[in-house]
């Protein structure tokens, strides 16, 4: 079926494009945009889909998703997961490969692939390990999860402890232009690490996690993508020396990525002690400080941060209501990701909306060479339709889990409508059943 | 005065007047323990239940005395928290507890935040015997407690609290505590076992106890735990005895009336010598029988007992 939509602004940054245009699709393609007089007068032949006040933007691409299937499907599914995804505006997600057991095959690859086509409604590509069993020990068929259709490669979740496996996954994944994603974390650092190590861990007697375990991993992945000529993304960066580590090696040529994550921005360690070890605020790498939060929003500013993802991690209540300790790292996010980013980095003037939304589309896919992020003519009709000025408090999800610490939290600005090929699958904030 | 709390999870969260109105409590339940009949009725007919996932003979035991004396009913729940045995998690155990009618639980938990958790999820009141790194609050009540019994006053004191800060609980509610109260706190120990920040608490950092000795009017010793060894967060006990247990050579530059303390179990010989431990400043076992009066003084007032005008010890 053929779209029609009309009376939005659309804001497509990689075209630099940013004014009201009405939009047609045919055949899960982008035809036309523009004012289309010609095509409104036809109109009966497309479904119209009125954007009137609001914005009409590329689909959003999630470049940090654990869809948890196979293996925990009572915590997420690849169905349900890319449910939330399309509640959340995003039409392309990265299913990270620390599933159970992990993707670090072909047959992992061809699993997710095959599960996402039968039962998940928008594009879901894959990650594969970086190592077998994630284990940090030797390398994965890199090659041949590849050819599969890997996108990137990660043993997220954990960081490859041993540079010398980390070198040679940059050197080796160089061949096929794969980006290496990377944990960064000195696991002999964070042992037993429950939050940020600073004054409130200290209060509340948790054992901290100082952003040196970070910092340090950050820098030697720098280094070790200097020495190979790899390519290097950085995963979820929470502190200050991070950012600034990526600044100066981008300065210096060194091919580097990074993504930051919407709670890292939004929220801070003081959070844990005012929602009395509330374990949804826990999260890996951890909640940090004021001081992290105005460095990552510069970092966003200035354009060394290139990505905003979600880190969208489900976990059970069960795991989650356990002492703090016990309790699993991660938060789910895809439902919030984008009203978190237009409520504080948008509405505060941090990022303009185009810059915004190029971190979560063009941004990551020129970085993961994907084709797309845009709505130029002939590129397929991803689309997300935003509605700016609506107001929610969060409660509900699509996803299976509802570990989130952003609940009955009031944000503003929300996805309206998801498209994936030509095909709505999401209006008015609810999923669009078949 | 009474007072407005459900629970007691840590002196973070009570007020300067709260701390003295519970200090002011215990004094006449103290005074009970010399009578022949060491008990009263103003507890009867409610139930104690006693939730220790860690052993711990002495606060235990303490708390079992102080509802006994009230007499309260006790329970005494001991749950083993090996990983191999892998049990009924917090929530359930504490919804089984609710669902007994207990009016109070003591909870002592290895991990921190646990009796927070518990408090939120049931009615009861529920005191923190202990919680990880967390609070101890009943301690820190009664190391209050057993110095203004013998300095007659808290503001303005010089209190060393030495040893592992960062792995104690004990330290965290004796800082709040103290400083409420407005003693001047010091804090010694290996700086690898100095917890990140904890000058915003508003202690100073000490490394080298012969620094402050002059000046100090109190000293509360900290047990030390073998397995920080193993963390390496000393290089032996040796060396740690030799650096921070206190013997009578450290104390020799001390006030004639500096007041020992230690929460106990000690470790003789290690944190604390023998001759030090049994001298005329020691007030060790005090706190010990000082401990049950002021436990006694927390579940009255948490019952909603009225512990009477309340002066201010700013004297």
């Not at chain 1, 289309?36 to 889909?49: D, F, P, T, V």
């Not at chain 1, 620390?98 to 990650?127: C, Q, R, W, Y």
Request: charged share 25%; with cysteine; proline share 3%.
């Amino acid at each position: 079926m053929n779209l029609l939509i009309l009376n939005g602004t659309v804001c497509d940054p990689a075209n630099k494009f940013y004014k009201k245009a009405d939009v047609l699709v045919e055949n899960g393609k982008i035809v036309k945009i523009g004012q289309l007089k010609e095509a409104r007068s036809k109109k009966q032949e497309a479904r119209i889909i009125d954007a009137t006040g609001k914005i009409v933007v590329p689909g959003l691409i999630d470049i940090h998703t654990h869809l948890r299937e196979p293996g925990h499907s009572d915590e997420e599914t690849i169905a349900s997961g890319t449910k939330s995804a399309a509640a959340g505006g995003f039409t392309t997600i990265f299913a990270m490969p620390n599933t159970h057991p992990p993707v670090d095959s072909v047959t992992g690859v061809k699993f997710v692939l095959m599960t996402a086509m039968h039962e998940g409604i928008v594009n879901v590509l894959p990650v594969g390990a970086i190592t077998k069993g994630q284990k940090g020990e030797e390398l994965a068929e890199i090659g041949k999860m590849r050819n599969a259709g890997i996108v990137a490669i990660s043993d997220d979740g954990k960081p490859v402890m041993n540079a010398n496996i980390m070198r040679r996954a940059l050197e080796y994944s160089k061949m096929f232009d794969l980006y290496v994603i990377s944990h960064c974390e000195d696991t002999n650092l964070t042992k037993d690490g429950e939050m940020n190590e600073g004054y409130i861990s200290t209060v509340l007697g948790l054992k901290g996690i100082p952003r040196q375990a970070e910092e340090i991993m950050v820098a030697r992945d720098i280094a070790l993508a200097e020495l190979t000529g790899g390519y290097l993304h950085i995963a979820h960066v929470s502190t200050a020396g991070s950012v600034e580590l990526v600044r100066v090696a981008k300065k210096h040529g060194i091919k580097v990525s990074v993504e930051v994550t919407p709670h890292h921005f939004s929220l801070t360690d003081e959070a844990i002690k005012k929602n009395s070890y509330n374990t949804n605020f826990k999260i890996n790498p951890p909640l940090r400080t004021e001081d992290d939060i105005k460095a990552l929003i510069y970092g966003l500013a200035d354009g060394t941060i290139d990505c905003i993802a979600s880190d969208h991690a489900p976990h059970l209540d069960e795991e989650k209501q356990q002492e703090f300790k016990v309790a699993p790292s991660g938060i789910i996010g895809l439902e919030t990701t984008l009203p978190l980013v237009i409520t504080n980095l948008v509405h505060k003037k941090v990022l303009t909306l185009s810059q915004a939304i190029k971190k979560l589309t063009s941004n990551p896919a020129k970085i993961f060479n994907l084709n797309k992020g845009t709505l130029s003519v002939g590129s397929d009709a991803d689309i997300t339709i935003i509605d700016l000025i609506k107001t929610k408090v969060i409660e509900k999800f699509y996803s299976k889990s509802k570990n989130s610490p952003f609940v009955g939290m009031k944000l503003t600005g929300f996805a309206d409508t998801t498209i994936v090929a030509g095909k709505v699958v999401m209006t008015g904030g609810k999923i669009v059943s078949d | 005065m009474k007072l407005n709390h459900k629970d007691l999870l840590g002196l973070e969260y009570l007020l300067k007047n709260e701390i003295e109105l519970i200090l002011k409590t215990a004094k006449p339940f103290k005074e009970l323990f010399t009578r022949t009949v060491k008990k009263v009725p103003t507890l009867r007919g409610k139930t104690v239940v006693l939730l220790f996932y860690e052993p711990s003979t002495r606060t235990r035991t303490s708390f079992e005395l102080a509802a006994k004396r009230l007499s309260a009913d006790t329970v005494n729940i001991a749950v083993s928290t090996s990983a191999v045995v892998k049990g009924e998690s917090l929530i359930d155990t504490a919804r089984t507890i609710e669902a007994m009618k207990a009016d109070f639980v003591v909870v002592r938990h290895s991990m921190s935040g646990s009796a927070s958790m518990i408090a939120k999820t049931i009615s009861a009141s529920v005191v923190n015997a202990g919680d990880g790194m967390h609070e101890h609050p009943t301690q820190g009540l009664l190391d209050m407690f057993t110095i203004l019994e013998k300095k007659g006053k808290i503001k303005g004191l010089n209190i060393a609290i030495v040893g592992d800060i960062l792995h104690s609980r004990v330290a965290r509610s004796n800082i709040w505590g103290l400083n409420k109260l407005g003693a001047n706190v010091f804090v010694v120990g290996p700086a690898t076992l100095i917890p990140k920040d904890i000058e915003k608490l508003n202690v100073k950092v000490h490394y080298d106890i012969s620094k402050i000795i002059r000046k100090l009017d109190v000293i509360n010793i900290l047990r030390i735990q073998k397995e920080r060894q193993e963390q390496h967060l000393f290089p032996s006990l040796e060396e740690y005895s030799e650096l921070f247990g206190i013997n009578s050579e450290k104390l020799k530059n001390a006030k004639n009336d500096i007041l020992i303390m230690h929460p106990g179990p000690m470790n003789r010989g290690i944190e604390i010598s023998s001759e030090v431990a049994d001298s005329k400043n020691s007030v060790i076992t005090e706190q010990v029988t000082n401990g049950i009066a002021v436990r006694m003084a927390v579940l009255y007032l948490l019952a909603g007992g009225d512990g009477g005008e309340c002066e201010s010890f700013n004297s």
